[in-house]
């Protein structure tokens, strides 16, 4: 992420100040509406790296 976080030409876009960093997330379903996932489903996605996130099930 330092490539993200720097004025240094990357191949990575720049992390906007004030906002999520970007990047893979592991979770656990902590709240669930969909019929494929159930409190406690370990999950992967792209969230960035912020304590909870929400998702329609695509993706994950």
């Known amino acids: 992420m ?3 976080m720097s004025d240094a030409k990357s ?3 720049p992390q906007v100040l ?3 960093m970007i990047g893979g997330t592991v979770g656990e379903v902590v709240e669930s509406r969909h019929a494929s996932y159930k409190i406690g489903d370990h999950v992967v996605g792209m969230f960035g790296w912020q304590e909870y996130g ?3 099930g695509e993706g994950l």
């Open 18 to 20: 004030d906002e999520v």
């Open 2 to 4: 330092r490539g993200r």
């Open 11 to 13: 191949y990575a876009a």
């Open 54 to 56: 929400m998702s329609s």
